[in-house]
């Protein structure tokens, strides 16, 4: 175990970054300024699936609007999930004894703890409630939100088991909360969706539903 903060770190997730933010440091220019603006970027990009997803279901019925109105909820929830856990945890963040110059280009300062990875947690949230709106936009965003949380430990501001720790947070939030939040919203957008005009049987001229 290694000790940093309050806390023990596992020693294997420890060699494990250092073994990435090793390779990170001798990888060509190109593949460190792409991680250093896609480790930020990706959040927005899979923001931005999440809204297609979304946009997909608006123009269904109310269960499938219930869905778009409420994925974003969980997301947000999940978030605020990993900050608390960050000042419970209060572990500090590896690159402040990294042997390399990380490529973020600056460490989070003190009181911005490690445990788990906001940016980890928000991608595997954004991932989850997208793959729920629209599994072929899903699939898509899954992949995406490994490779953001990949990319914490790369850039070196995050230990391994602070980003897969972040996943499962952001995953379990949401598939926790999304089932028990669409059933009451699809119920009240039922009860306010105006009812359907009559429409004239064209044979007989009679009304019908």
């Avoid at 990888?27 to 959040?43: D, K, L, M, Y």
């Avoid at 997803?53 to 947000?76: F, K, Q, W, Y």
Wanted: glycine share 8%; with cysteine; proline share 9%.
């Amino acid at each position: 175990m290694v000790r940093t903060g309050t806390i023990d770190v596992p020693e294997f997730s420890a060699d494990w970054y250092q073994d990435i933010v090793d390779a990170a440091a001798g990888s060509p220019q190109p593949v460190q300024w792409f991680a250093g603006h896609f480790t930020e970027g990706a959040i927005v990009l899979l923001g931005l699936l999440l809204l297609v997803a979304a946009v997909t279901r608006l123009g269904a019925g109310p269960r499938d609007r219930a869905l778009a109105l409420v994925a974003p909820i969980p997301v947000v929830l999940a978030y605020g999930c990993s900050e608390g856990l960050k000042t419970l945890v209060d572990e500090e963040r590896p690159c402040r004894a990294a042997v390399h110059a990380i490529i973020a280009g600056s460490c989070p300062p003190t009181g911005d703890w490690s445990f788990p990875s906001n940016h980890s947690t928000v991608a595997g949230a954004l991932a989850v409630a997208t793959l729920l709106l629209a599994r072929r936009i899903g699939l898509v965003a899954l992949p995406v939100a490994a490779l953001a949380a990949f990319s914490r430990v790369f850039v070196g501001v995050h230990y391994p088991h602070d980003v897969v720790a972040g996943l499962l947070l952001g995953t379990g939030v949401v598939l926790l909360l999304v089932p028990l939040l669409v059933r009451p919203v699809a119920t009240l957008l039922r009860r306010r969706s105006p009812a359907e005009p009559p429409v004239a049987d064209p044979i007989d001229g009679s009304t019908r539903r």
